[in-house]
Each structure stands twice: as structure tokens, then as C-alpha cells.
């Protein structure tokens, strides 16, 4: 069974900080990978989804990478603001339909 | 689109009672998924359908839950009778194919068993 690990658990940064988040999977046969955030109280953003046979998406002040090989994910957050501040999940896919979620990494901005 | 929608969003029942949650996914969308969400379990999948037919539900927890999708802008999680430990948020999810692609999730509903 996939199992996936996300370090840190919690991060606080201030405001303009560069960051990284890093996901780990155990089972590197993998269709696609995601990353959510997700807000106190709310449903899951979907913000970066990359095939497996890419290496890397970006949208706006996020980067996405994939090392499917050492079933290796990071997700780096350039510029940092107070509107970042949410859970991130990590989300691999392996098999139809089968998507396994980390635990997150609840990120704090500070202003 | 307004995306998935949920309801209700907030639901305090007493043990016992019927719980009916509400799924509307996004217009177009052929797959729709339902998790629940707790601290200690974090997210589950509970079932998800393709074309309005239930793929899998090997993550129905047991016979008091039932789910089902009568056309394809409408879903429905049902448990009875609920029990405490059902207290949880459920979401509903939809994406555009099988092979999910991305996923939109709706707001999900809390619910609360006393």
C-alpha cells in the first residue's frame, strides 16, 4: 500500500521567505501527482498536477518536481505571503482512481 | 461554474438518525468521489462512481453507509443510523475522467453525531 510522508509537519516562515515542502511515497509506480492546499474549514485546491512522466509544473510563485524514481516530491513557494498560510497535501495516484493523501504541512506565513 | 457543491455544510444529528448528504458535481465532470475527513485517519476514500455507476466502495466503512448517484449532477452519501464516531467532514469530489486528472473538491459537510 502506498504510504506518504510529508516533512515538516508544520512550518513557520515569514513573509517573503522562500520554502520547500517535501513529500515522499513509498510505491514509485505512480499515474500522476498532486498538490493541494487546503484552508481551515474548507475543501481541497487542487494546485499543481504532474504526469509521471514529468519532472516539473509551475503556476504563478509555485514549482512543482517529481523523482518518481526515489518516489520523491517538492513543492517550493517563492516569495512568500500571508495568503499562503494552509495544509498542503502531497497526492499520489497509483492505479485508477487511487489516490493516496499525506498527512500535510500546515504552513503559517507571518506578516 | 460554481464548482462542486455540498449540502449541507454544517448537520448535528442525534445517534440514531438518518443522515442524508448532498452532491452536486461540476457540469460535465463523469467522475465523483466521496471522503471523509477526521484528524486521526485524516482523508478516505470512500466511494467513488464513473458514468453514475459505483466503481468502488471498498472504503464504505459498513452497511449503515450507502451512496448513490441517480444522474450525473447529483449524488448522495446516506448513513443509517448514524453513530458518534461518523462524526467527521465529508467531502465530494469530481473530476473530468476515470484517470482523474485534477480534482475539485466541494466544501464539504460536517457533521456532527451526538
Known amino acids: 500500500k502506498q504510504e506518504v510522508t510529508q516533512i515538516p509537519a508544520a512550518l513557520s516562515v515569514p513573509e517573503g521567505e522562500n520554502l520547500v515542502l517535501n513529500c515522499s511515497f513509498t510505491d514509485s509506480a505512480i499515474y500522476n501527482l498532486q498538490w493541494f492546499r487546503q484552508d481551515p474549514g474548507k475543501g481541497l485546491t487542487s494546485l499543481l498536477l504532474i504526469q509521471s512522466s514529468q519532472r516539473e509544473q509551475t503556476s504563478g510563485r509555485l514549482n512543482a518536481s517529481l523523482d518518481k524514481s526515489s518516489g520523491r516530491s517538492t513543492l517550493y513557494i517563492a516569495a512568500s505571503q500571508p495568503g499562503d498560510s494552509a495544509t498542503y497535501l502531497c497526492?499520489?495516484?497509483?492505479?485508477?482512481?487511487?489516490?493516496?493523501f499525506g498527512t500535510g504541512t500546515r504552513l503559517t506565513v507571518i506578516p | 461554474d460554481a464548482g462542486v457543491i455540498q449540502s449541507p455544510r454544517h448537520e448535528v444529528t442525534e445517534m440514531g438518525q438518518e443522515v442524508t448528504l448532498r452532491c452536486k458535481p461540476i457540469?460535465?465532470?463523469?467522475?465523483l468521489f466521496w471522503y471523509r475527513q477526521t484528524m486521526m485517519r485524516g482523508l478516505e476514500l470512500l466511494i467513488y462512481f464513473n458514468n453514475n455507476v459505483p466503481i468502488d466502495d471498498s472504503g464504505m466503512p459498513e452497511d449503515r453507509f450507502s451512496a448513490k448517484m441517480p444522474n450525473a449532477s447529483f449524488s448522495t452519501l446516506k448513513i443509517q443510523p448514524s453513530e458518534p464516531r461518523d462524526s467527521a467532514v465529508y467531502f465530494c469530489a469530481s473530476s473530468l475522467g476515470r484517470r482523474t486528472g485534477e480534482l475539485f473538491f466541494g466544501e464539504g459537510s460536517r457533521l456532527t453525531v451526538l
Open positions: 497526492v499520489p495516484e497509483t492505479g485508477a482512481n487511487n489516490l493516496f
Open positions: 457540469s460535465g465532470h463523469n467522475s
